[in-house]
């Protein structure tokens, strides 16, 4: 098991994508936390199935976009682990409106989970990390960041500005043995694809040079291998798991 006993927190860990780079990890040897902000039955599930498979596992409700809030959920893991080895930035949402009907509330409201909350739990991390001098940061951005997306200035600005702020990251930690990337998801197979109308699915997978949706594992591999001792001269980088779609 390549990352037993790796100390792993996932933000956003409970469902979607998050959920499967976090059961990733445990089924991989890894202690588990996973982060969630609202949806107690979503995170009682996973909870559960947790227990079922990693050594140690915690579930930790926490808006990742409130300070107060990252610093009492890394106190808690510091409290109970002592350490932590990686990190996976994954919270984020979406609230689409074209620019001329996007109010200044939900302009805000996406930058602040996705980007500040990035930042925030990076930043409360980073001192142990380096105390240790090990550590991987991987960070979850979006197509929308690489090539914009109508109805996303919102979403594709947050995503941006996680691709620069891993970048930046990256070489201020590139001498202190950790490691800072990021991992640029498609579009993955999903309840909500899987509801689309058979048009409009034809006409997304039209858009992918390897004709199919990615499945939620296809991006936690990804995550896994920047993860790992085998991705250890790779930092700053971003790794597009998207079927050639960008």
Request: charge should be negative; hydrophobic fraction near 35%; aromatic fraction near 8%.
């Given at each position: 098991m390549e990352f037993k006993d790796k100390r792993v927190i996932v933000t956003g860990g409970t469902k979607g994508l998050g959920k499967a780079i976090a059961l990733s990890f445990a089924l991989e040897g890894?202690?588990?936390?996973?982060?969630?902000?609202?949806?107690?039955?979503?995170?009682?599930?996973?909870?559960?199935?947790?227990?079922?498979?990693?050594?140690?596992?915690?579930l930790l409700k926490a808006d990742v976009s409130i300070g107060s809030d990252v610093e009492m959920m890394i106190g808690r893991v510091l409290d109970e682990w002592e350490y932590v080895d990686i990190l996976v930035n994954n919270a984020g949402i979406i609230r689409?409106?074209?620019?001329?009907?996007?109010?200044?509330?939900?302009?805000?409201?996406v930058v602040e989970v996705n980007l500040k909350g990035t930042?925030?739990?990076?930043?409360a991390i980073i001192k142990t990390m380096i105390?240790?001098?090990?550590?991987?940061?991987?960070?979850?951005?979006?197509p929308s960041a690489l090539t914009g997306r109508a109805g996303q200035t919102n979403y594709s600005a947050s995503k941006g500005g996680i691709i620069s702020f891993t970048k930046s990251l990256s070489k201020e930690m590139a001498r202190l043995g950790i490691?800072?990337?990021?991992v640029c998801p498609g579009i993955v197979s999903?309840?909500?694809?899987?509801?689309?109308?058979?048009?409009?699915?034809?006409?997304?997978?039209?858009?992918?040079?390897?004709?199919?949706?990615g499945e939620p594992e296809d991006i936690a591999w990804a995550v896994l291998f920047l993860a790992s001792e085998k991705a250890g001269y790779i930092t700053g980088q971003v790794l597009a798991a998207d079927g050639g779609l960008t």
């Open positions: 890894a202690w588990v936390g996973v982060n969630y902000s609202s949806d107690d039955e979503s995170g009682s599930r996973t909870e559960v199935e947790l227990k079922g498979l990693a050594t140690k596992s915690l689409d409106k074209l620019l001329m009907f996007l109010d200044e509330k939900d302009w805000d409201r930042y925030l739990c990076s930043r105390a240790r001098r090990f550590g991987r940061i991987i960070n979850i951005t979006s490691t800072v990337n990021a999903t309840p909500m694809i899987e509801d689309l109308d058979q048009e409009t699915k034809s006409n997304l997978l039209n858009m992918i040079p390897m004709g199919r949706f």
